[in-house]
C-alpha cells in the first residue's frame, strides 16, 4: 500500500548530528532610527551603522486600522514596540532620521527620548521640491 517507515533509534545518532543552541541575539550599543511618517501611517525602522535593518514596525502593525493608523498616537505605540525591543539589545544611543509630513513624526521621536536613549542627532530628511515641471506652451487656434 505505502512505503514503510524506518525509525532509527537514538543510539544511532552520532553525538555530532545533535542540535546546538546558538544565541541569534543580536547586540548593538548605537543605531539609527528612521521615522516616516505620511498621512495615512508611520513606519519605524531600526538600523545598524552601515545601514542593515534591524527592527521594524508601523502604526499599523501596531493595531490600528483605517484612518487612526495616521495619529500620534498610533505613531507612539508604534515607536514604544521598537523602543522596548531595541533596550534588549543593548542600544543606549541612537541617531534619528526623520522624513514625511505626517502627525506621528513629533510624538514617534519624544518616545525615545522619554525611554531613556542617549540622541546624538535628528536630522530631517523630508523632500522638498524645487523649481516647477515646464508650462505647457499655449494653444494656437
Known amino acids: 500500500m505505502g512505503k514503510k517507515r524506518i525509525i532509527k533509534k537514538a543510539e544511532d545518532a552520532a553525538p555530532e548530528q545533535r542540535a546546538r543552541a546558538?544565541?541569534?541575539?543580536?547586540?548593538?550599543?548605537?543605531?539609527?532610527?528612521?521615522?516616516f511618517s505620511t498621512y495615512n501611517n508611520?513606519?519605524?525602522?531600526?538600523?545598524?551603522?552601515?545601514g542593515n535593518?534591524?527592527?521594524s514596525n508601523s502604526s499599523g502593525r501596531a493595531g490600528f486600522h483605517g484612518s487612526k493608523k495616521g495619529t500620534p498616537?498610533?505613531?507612539?505605540?508604534?515607536?514604544?514596540t521598537?523602543?522596548?525591543?531595541?533596550?534588549?539589545?543593548g542600544i543606549?544611543?541612537?541617531?534619528?532620521?526623520?522624513?514625511?509630513?505626517?502627525?506621528?513624526?513629533?510624538?514617534?521621536?519624544?518616545?525615545?527620548?522619554?525611554k531613556g536613549f542617549a540622541i546624538h542627532?535628528?536630522?530631517?530628511l523630508t523632500p522638498i521640491p524645487?523649481?516647477?515641471p515646464r508650462v505647457k506652451k499655449p494653444r494656437r487656434v
Open 22 to 35: 546558538v544565541s541569534s541575539k543580536k547586540r548593538l550599543h548605537r543605531a539609527i532610527v528612521h521615522i
Open 42 to 50: 508611520t513606519l519605524i525602522t531600526l538600523t545598524d551603522e552601515s
Open 53 to 55: 535593518m534591524v527592527l
Open 73 to 80: 498616537y498610533a505613531a507612539t505605540k508604534a515607536a514604544e
Open 82 to 89: 521598537v523602543a522596548d525591543q531595541s533596550r534588549e539589545m
Open 92 to 114: 543606549a544611543e541612537i541617531d534619528v532620521r526623520v522624513k514625511g509630513v505626517g502627525s506621528g513624526r513629533e510624538s514617534a521621536l519624544r518616545v525615545f527620548g522619554q
Open 121 to 124: 542627532s535628528i536630522k530631517d
Open 130 to 132: 524645487h523649481g516647477h
